[in-house]
Nanobody
Framework: QVHLVESGGDSVQAGDSLRLSCVAS????????MGWYRQAPGKQREEVAV???????NYADAVKGRFTVGRDNAKNSVYLQMNNLKPEDTATYYC???????????????WGQGTQVTVSS
């Protein structure tokens, strides 16, 4: 019902910056929240940053002060500005959304396919 497409991942050096984008597409949906998660090989997927209705945000301790999450006015896309990247940030980054469809009250979850971020020292 909703399709998420991430972009912006790249291979960079420590201290560089990247901007990830995620666009949601579909029919008759409304976004409740969008966020970014990441997963490194052999590790659990972890929340990086989430932006909720009204602009309230949450950040993982490891990225506070370096990453910024934002959403466009249509609330169907989200970005993650990543500054001062560290090798520890290397992971596949996934976009995630919670959304409703039409007049119903049900909440659905959708994940993107992920975009790779590699940071070398």
């Amino acid at each position: 019902q909703v399709h998420l497409v991430e972009s912006g991942g790249d291979s960079v050096q420590a201290g560089d910056s990247l901007r990830l984008s995620c666009v949601a597409s579909g029919d008759d949906f409304s976004i409740n929240q969008m966020g970014w998660y990441r997963q490194a090989p052999g590790k659990q997927r972890e929340e990086v940053a989430v932006i909720r209705s009204g602009g309230r945000t949450n950040y993982a301790d490891a990225v506070k002060g370096r990453f910024t999450v934002g959403r466009d006015n249509a609330k169907n896309s989200v970005y993650l500005q990543m500054n001062n990247l560290k090798p520890e940030d290397t992971a596949t980054y996934y976009c995630r959304t919670e959304y409703g469809v039409g007049p119903g009250d049900a909440v659905y979850i959708e994940w993107g396919q992920g975009t790779q971020v590699t940071v070398s020292s």
